[in-house]
């Protein structure tokens, strides 16, 4: 089985990967983590576009289950020196990864690279496809939270045009059950999409997840001034003073402060789960793993 | 001992890192690979020229020893300095790796550097030099698929003057007891060999191996126009018809489609090796690594 | 506890790291190294400049411990989309790493992130400020030639201004008791320093410790003509031999070989430390480790 998307989940393995993330996030927390399920199997990390975050919670994931990590990325790749994707995905097939994950600037590469490996294929980020490891460690960081993700209303804010995270997010949390509210600029809304107003989103909700925005659309896109971004589309003080008592304030990082969140609302210390989403980012990741390496070895 | 050229090699070496790379052939297709007969080592990759497959296959066959890996890129290396690529193996040998794996775009540089160090060091392709382990990996290809080299009749074809697999294969090809038949363009071929027409060197083939052609040259030293290569020097689905019964085709990688090689052919189902090359290089790359810390071991 | 600078020591810790070198330095020579005492522990290396030598230090101490080593490197970070060095800190320290590995090229930046972080962190070198695993290396490598550091004259020569080795040296050799001497180009040296010239400092000193000069400042601020430099402020053979009876000569590396020392006094089989620096630094960095992981988990 591949994680290519949120729709290639069942109930139960979503069930089973917020069940397991919560217990690896407390896991991790222990001052030593010897756990060796992972021992023996080769996990390849394939990075055709820049990550940070992404690639560093994957790596310690896999670390931490024992597995074998090796790291490729595309400024060494041979996709620069004209070779397909189809060709690539044969060549790392033929060194017998155990997992594959891909992180790439095309929607669909991960599934046409899947389509040839043999082993699972873990989607982390392709295009404005989607990013459905993001979307799951976003439901386990609300669901930690809350207890729950039915009924809660939660507000996703910003470039919902060009945001992969959005996408897994909306499919992920409506669900599980949450009462969804999207808003962004005009110009950054999918014509298929039903959004709203930021204002009228962020009332009464339970979560206002803030979606980063290019800098290079902020002018280019929306011929936007400088802070006028923030107090046109973004979560101001004002704004969130309109949520639901005991709101919470999330955001995938890494965040602009001052242009799509206020920087006393991403610190704030009781109200704010950005940090938390990272911690369960590297739990979450360690539960895929664990996950897709089990239906394969059984 | 160093494994820096096919003539650094005894007959013995070269039948046991053979013999034993069909074996780790069939372990990594294992589910689990718990061998850890590394443990405790160090080996580095210093690469001073860019590579994924190489690279890749290195360090994954070295994880699945059990050795501690650790890479050096050039990109980030203090040659951009000034430091003479001599002060650089003072300082690697002083670090006291195992085995140093080096790959360098000036021919005799690992000569250069195996002179200092005093742990076995493995050329992984030095500029028009040679590239030993992409020839053994080669040979295991072709003796796995006919159960013996000896005799075959092996057509190497393309830029004969710049290829250091062409050189290393030519070496070990022709000492295992192979017909070898070498053919590319004129202005590619070295003045000291003696190359043939594709089409001569292809007729009753049992192997061909295509070589890259990097594409810079296809203009500037052929005065190429699009599609004119592959008609004049590359393997076309008729030139491979006047091939031996039960041929097969082989390609170091990656592959320029439609250049010097039909998609069709390089694609083909049985007659195929390319995706077979690559998984027998973990497996070469394996036994080598095992041979070389056993004589520094014993 | 941190190691932010020689002055975050104790003297205690000043000795066992010493000690604890000397003893990584012979174990570090047996054929197979099996200490597992860092299993279990997550060290990520965050290198915001670029560094081989450092970086591959670092690289191998955590491994020869058994630990579980994740390295991010500047041009792949966030940093480049616009996140702030504090919010980069918050989301590594989410990721629960053991220990934080950080070199930067702003001063005082290790000083910020470890006020985030939650694990120990190692200042591997900021900006103009101080390298402190580079001086205890050093007065490793001192001690372990000499048998003590108490009363040697030790001529530090070069760029003093912007040398944060030499810097972190001047801290710690003179706190172990040494006679310290600096010296370099009058352009090159703080205001609030006292310096010599390089024959006064030279003379009769036991050490003499060449700092790498810039090549880029030899035109700019010096005005240099090719080998000027070396004749005016390096370290010659006529120099050298003003030095006491056994003197020995060191360098960070990596060195400009006829720039700030001359090739013949670097390849000294006797009296250059250089390569052994080197060696050693792998040694002082697993004291380092340990000792900062142990009192993590104690």
């Known amino acids: 089985?591949?994680?290519?998307?949120?729709?290639?989940?069942?109930?139960?393995?979503?069930?089973?990967?917020?069940?397991?993330?919560?217990?690896?996030?407390?896991?991790?927390?222990q001052p030593r983590r010897n756990d060796h399920r992972l021992d023996g199997l080769t996990i390849v990390n394939a990075f055709f576009e820049n990550s940070t975050r992404t690639l560093l919670s994957f790596e310690i994931a896999a670390n931490r289950l024992g597995a074998q990590v090796v790291t490729m990325q595309v400024e060494h790749s041979s996709i620069k020196k004209g070779e397909t994707l189809e060709d690539t995905a044969r060549t790392l097939n033929a060194m017998r990864p155990d997992i594959l994950v891909i992180r790439h600037s095309v929607s669909g590469a991960p599934a046409s690279v899947a389509a040839i490996m043999d082993c699972p294929v873990i989607n982390a980020g392709d295009g404005v496809g989607e990013h459905p490891t993001q979307a799951l460690l976003d439901a386990a960081t609300i669901r930690q939270h809350f207890g729950r993700?039915?009924?809660?209303?939660?507000?996703?804010?910003?470039?919902?045009?060009?945001s992969r995270v959005a996408r897994s997010n909306a499919l992920l949390l409506k669900r599980l059950g949450a009462d969804l509210r999207m808003a962004g600029p005009e110009s950054?809304?999918?014509?298929s999409m039903e959004a709203m107003q930021i204002d009228e989103a962020v009332e009464g909700a339970d979560v206002v997840m803030m979606l980063r925005v290019q800098r290079e659309r902020l002018e280019e896109d929306l011929g936007d001034a400088p802070g006028e971004?923030?107090?046109?589309?973004?979560?101001?003080?004002?704004?969130?003073a309109q949520t639901a008592e005991g709101a919470v304030v999330m955001h995938?990082?890494?965040?602009?402060?001052?242009?799509?969140?206020?920087?006393?609302?991403?610190?704030h210390p009781t109200r704010s789960l950005i940090v938390r989403q990272v911690e369960m980012g590297v739990a979450v990741r360690m539960a895929c793993l664990d996950l897709l390496t089990a239906s394969r070895l059984n």
């Open 252 to 267: 995938p990082g890494p965040i602009n402060r001052g242009v799509e969140i206020e920087g006393s609302l991403a610190d």
């Open 188 to 191: 950054l809304i999918p014509s």
């Open 1 to 29: 089985m591949h994680l290519l998307s949120i729709d290639s989940l069942s109930d139960d393995q979503i069930a089973t990967i917020l069940d397991e993330g919560e217990r690896w996030f407390s896991y991790n927390r």
């Open 149 to 162: 993700i039915e009924g809660l209303k939660i507000a996703v804010c910003g470039d919902l045009k060009h």
């Open 229 to 240: 971004y923030l107090s046109r589309y973004g979560l101001t003080e004002d704004r969130f």
